[in-house]
């Protein structure tokens, strides 16, 4: 079985009723990223922090995968499939696919603030101040946020080294690392992208883009990977 990886960001999530980040005008739900997406944000206000991604948690329960999280399912049938998003919500989880890499963190979960390794499932209940781990400090959101590291990358760098072949669906390719992760694939690796605007990132190889949003998009990309089985 030839081996597939699906880089997926925001816009796949975008027609579940998730707002893009880009796409906003750089402000996330009214917010600027500097205040709930950095550790400057979080020491300068930890319950603003906290209620931001609460109401995020309670809007992405609410959501639905669309029919883009839905058709990279069916690729299972044919190919190994790894996907790799820079998205901490969990619908490709409830649409189906099997083998999802967060490179951003998740939603979901919670995280000790003097211990990264203490990570706590947290289904769809809030984060208060006073929730503590068991060595009694403080629980964050399990996100990585702008200027921390992401300790999934050299997985995720693996995974498309081993690619037979790669599609980009609905990420501007603006952030590192992920952005630089098509980098690793092997020369012949055949490269995709589905995005409804051509991102301005200059990739080094041959892309084939299929430039619609992801609902329509990715049904034929998997149509068209299915020639490659
Ligand atoms: N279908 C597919 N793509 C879409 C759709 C859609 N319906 N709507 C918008 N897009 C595309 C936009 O054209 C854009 O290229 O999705 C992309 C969204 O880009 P960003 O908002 O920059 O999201 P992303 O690339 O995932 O951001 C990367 O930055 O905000 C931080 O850490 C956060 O993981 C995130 C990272």
């Not at 707002?19 to 944000?41: C, I, K, M, Y």
Request: aromatic content about 8%; some cysteine.
């Amino acid at each position: 079985m030839k081996t597939i990886v699906i880089l997926t960001g925001a816009g796949i999530s975008a027609e579940s009723g998730i707002q893009t980040f880009r796409d906003s005008n750089g402000l996330w739900e009214g917010h600027d990223w500097r205040q709930v997406a950095s550790p400057e944000g979080w020491a300068a206000d930890q319950a603003m922090v906290l209620k931001f991604y609460n109401l995020r948690r309670a809007a992405i329960r609410d959501a639905q995968p669309n029919a883009g999280h839905l058709a990279l399912v069916e690729l299972e049938k044919y190919f190994q499939v790894f996907i790799i998003t820079q998205n901490i919500d969990d619908l490709h989880e409830r649409a189906g696919s099997r083998n999802i890499l967060h490179l951003h963190g998740e939603i979901r979960k919670a995280r000790s603030t003097s211990n990264p390794k203490l990570v706590y499932d947290l289904g769809d209940k809030d984060i208060e101040m006073g929730d503590l781990c068991e060595e009694g400090s403080q629980l964050r959101p399990h996100i990585v946020w702008f200027g921390e590291d992401v300790p999934l990358i050299h997985t995720a760098a693996g995974l498309c080294y081993d690619a037979d072949l790669i599609a980009v669906v609905g990420t501007s390719m603006v952030v590192y690392p992920a952005a630089g992760l098509v980098n690793y694939a092997k020369k012949g690796t055949k490269l995709f992208m589905v995005d409804p605007n051509k991102p301005e990132y200059s990739f080094s190889r041959p892309v084939e883009y299929i430039l619609e949003p992801a609902s329509t998009g990715v049904p034929k990309l998997v149509g068209r990977l299915k020639e490659f089985v």
